[in-house]
T-cell receptor
Framework: GQQLNQSPQSMFIQEGEDVSMNCTSS?????WLWYKQDPGEGPVLLIA?????ELTSNGRLTAQFGITRKDSFLNISASIPSDVGIYFC????????????FGTGTRLQVFP | DAGVIQSPRHEVTEMGQEVTLRCKPI?????LFWYRQTMMRGLELLIY????????DSGMPEDRFSAKMPNASFSTLKIQPSEPRDSAVYFC??????????????FGPGTRLTVT
């Protein structure tokens, strides 16, 4: 079945550093979504990507839809303590696009 | 507009008891999803509704779980009887594909369930 693998699993960085994470799949996706989950809260949608090659920004966040349609990338520039959380990628299941499959998550810790 | 509302935020119950989780989707959204999140299995879709009708319940773990959506602004997820392995965070999410963003789901704050 479809799976979304995220790397790295966790990151420990210093405030002010840039962050890069990715999401890969063995199958093609026509949409990529990036969510952030703060501790004790539900996932919050950050960015949605609908076209291969698309590059979209949301403040300090930039996400890209990979050309192969099998991957996506999320970058965070100049990290701050409130960037702490778990970042999930997600995409629609091929056989039922009402449903999303979520990646394994990247846990980000930012030290002052 | 208010986001997805879930209640209670925390629930602690004893094994064998009935548990009911509640969700109010974003007004105007016609899709509602129930997820479960655990460390071992991540975010799993349990069931989803379209226009109050259950469409896919293939993720519901067993007959002890049931979900209803009696109207467009309310849904429940019930576990009866509850077991310790049901301990998890349960999320409700809603979406509105007809508004041009087909896959964007918006999550509630979750209910943390502990079954002792």
């Amino acid at each position: 079945g479809q799976q979304l693998n995220q790397s790295p699993q966790s990151m420990f960085i210093q405030e002010g550093e840039d962050v890069s994470m990715n999401c890969t799949s063995s199958s093609i996706f026509n949409t990529w979504l990036w969510y952030k989950q703060d501790p004790g809260e539900g996932p919050v949608l950050l960015i949605a990507l609908y076209k291969a090659g698309e590059l979209t920004s949301n403040g300090r966040l930039t996400a890209q839809f990979g050309i192969t349609r099998k991957d996506s990338f999320l970058n965070i520039s100049a990290s701050i303590p409130s960037d702490v959380g778990i970042y999930f990628c997600a995409g629609p299941v091929y056989y039922n696009t009402d449903k999303l499959i979520f990646g394994t998550g990247t846990r980000l810790q930012v030290f002052p | 507009d208010a986001g997805v509302i879930q209640s209670p935020r925390h629930e602690v119950t004893e094994m064998g008891q009935e548990v009911t989780l509640r969700c109010k989707p974003i007004s105007g959204h016609d899709y509602l999803f129930w997820y479960r999140q655990t460390m071992m299995r991540g975010l799993e879709l349990l069931i989803y509704f379209n226009n109050n009708v259950p469409i896919d319940d293939s993720g519901m773990p067993e007959d002890r779980f049931s979900a209803k959506m009696p109207n467009a602004s309310f849904s429940t997820l019930k576990i009866q009887p509850s077991e310790p392995r049901d301990s998890a965070v349960y999320f409700c999410a809603s979406s509105s594909p007809g508004q041009g963003f087909p896959y964007e789901q918006y999550f509630g704050p979750g209910t943390r369930l502990t079954v002792t």
